[in-house]
């Protein structure tokens, strides 16, 4: 099994667009199949290093591709592009 995990620093100002993402990222656990479980979270500490973070698992990496292709992710992804300042992604063996 892949654990995908990706955190995001906001720019300020940008609190309704983030919880936009962030409500949007987690409504794809149960749409797109690969996605075996997924936790989107925002951080519990202010002025933290990063302010979300998502916790996601699937079968292979080739699931983890297919999620970060499926159209349904990259519109949502979309949203945060546009509003992170930071991200940094890791993909570990569970």
Known sequence: M??????WKFRAGTEAQAEE????LAALEG???CIRAMT???SA????AYDAALIADF???EDV??????????????????IRTERC???VEV
Not at 45 to 48: F, P
Not at 65 to 82: F, G, L, M, N, Q
């Open 65 to 82: 591709e297919k999620y970060k292709t499926d159209p349904r992710h990259v519109s949502v992804a979309a949203i945060c592009s546009a």
């Open 2 to 7: 892949i654990r995908h995990i990706v955190m």
């Open 40 to 42: 989107v979270r925002k």
């Open 89 to 91: 992604a890791i993909d």
């Open 45 to 48: 500490v202010e002025n933290s």
């Open 31 to 33: 749409r797109i199949d």
């Open 21 to 24: 993402f962030l409500s949007g």
């Open 59 to 61: 079968d292979s990496m």
